[in-house]
């Protein structure tokens, strides 16, 4: 798969899910490093559902003030769930 952003990681989760070995190649030096250049406590227009991967939902504070932070948050567990594998630079 390449890519370790928000779309490359639900294609590695489902993957995962279909018994299917796949690995994740990222250029950038880690796992979401787009969503984590963003600026710091930057609000998202996306809603929460934008983001759920295989019907996991994306707990938030506020659905209309989803932060970089919950996303980071987020997609750090779905790769700790199913355990992914991602090769970064």
């Not at 990681?9 to 299917?20: C, D, K, R, T, V």
């Not at 930057?42 to 295989?54: H, M, Q």
């Amino acid at each position: 798969m390449v890519g370790g952003g928000p779309t490359g990681i639900a294609a590695l989760f489902q993957a995962h899910l279909e018994g299917i070995p796949a690995v994740g190649l990222e250029a950038g030096p880690a796992p979401v490093a787009t969503v984590r250049d963003y600026l710091d406590g930057v609000v998202l227009i996306s809603r929460p559902t934008d983001y759920e991967v295989a019907g996991i939902p994306l707990d938030c504070r506020d659905p209309n003030q989803l932060t970089r932070e919950e996303v980071l948050h987020y997609l750090g567990r779905i790769i700790n769930y199913g355990g992914l594998t991602i090769h970064c630079g």
